[in-house]
């Protein structure tokens, strides 16, 4: 099984800056997932890393606000860009399992809340 | 112990059969969440059920929260290749204002025998 440890596991940032969020995994995986989960609301997929190559955005989610590096097969960050209140939320990290394993495993999750 | 136990774990089914998993919990569920994932892909959002008793159908895909809202049970009828997937549930366990953090089961892996 994988175990994922991301953080910061929250933060309050003041609007207008940036936060960079680190997903670590014990073991090397293909890909990795970034999620939002908003208040009250579904988890939303952001993008997709994959190693050595540019990630995938989900529609409605763009590099410039989301960059996303993927250095290696056990590390990944999402940084948050230039935030407004309307990015505070819960950010989550996911590994792909399959089809080796059955389980899903994510991250701790990033509370994230922009004043 | 897990908070969000799903079952089965895994799951090997003749393409048209039925089938249900399930995803129960000892505390209330204030919202459940079921997802699919393929892989290479990320969750796919399935259905969303907050009230008791709630029932929602989807094509051939049918999820119930029950009257005590810890349990929920997602049923295929007349299963496809396409169903094939990890499933896996998410769960609101927090009653409290300002906390909404998921906690989720381990997921059901489905494969469907042509």
């Known amino acids: 099984s994988a175990v994922i440890s991301q953080k910061p596991s929250r933060d309050i940032c003041q609007r207008g800056t940036s936060l960079t969020i680190q997903c670590q995994v014990d073991?090397?995986?293909?890909?990795m997932f970034w999620y939002r989960q908003q208040p009250g609301q579904s988890l939303t997929l952001i993008a997709t890393?994959?190693?050595?190559?540019?990630?995938?955005?989900e529609s409605g989610f763009v590099i410039d606000k989301f960059p996303i590096s993927r250095p290696n097969l056990t590390f990944s960050t999402l940084t948050v860009s230039n935030m407004s209140p309307e990015d505070s939320s819960i950010y989550l990290c996911?590994?792909?399992?399959?089809?080796?394993?059955?389980?899903?495993?994510f991250g701790q999750g990033t509370r994230l809340t922009v004043v | 112990s897990q908070e969000l136990e799903q079952s089965p774990q895994s799951l090997i089914v003749q393409e048209g059969k039925n089938l249900t998993i399930n995803c129960t919990s000892s505390?209330?569920?204030?919202?459940l969440y079921w997802y699919k994932q393929k892989y290479g892909e990320g969750l796919i959002f399935l259905m969303m059920?907050?009230?008791?008793?709630e029932e929602k159908s989807h094509e051939k895909i049918t999820a119930k929260l029950d009257e005590k809202k810890q349990q929920s049970s997602l049923h295929i009828t007349a299963s496809q290749p396409s169903h094939a997937g990890i499933y896996l549930c998410?769960?609101?366990?927090?009653?409290?204002?300002?906390?909404?953090?998921?906690?989720f089961g381990k997921g059901t892996k489905l494969s469907v025998i042509p």
């Open positions: 890393a994959n190693q050595g190559s540019e990630a995938t955005y």
């Open positions: 998410g769960a609101d366990m927090n009653s409290g204002a300002g906390s909404y953090q998921l906690t």
């Open positions: 505390k209330t569920l204030y919202g």
């Open positions: 073991s090397q995986v293909t890909m």
């Open positions: 996911s590994v792909d399992s399959w089809p080796e394993n059955t389980e899903a495993f």
């Open positions: 059920l907050q009230k008791g008793g």
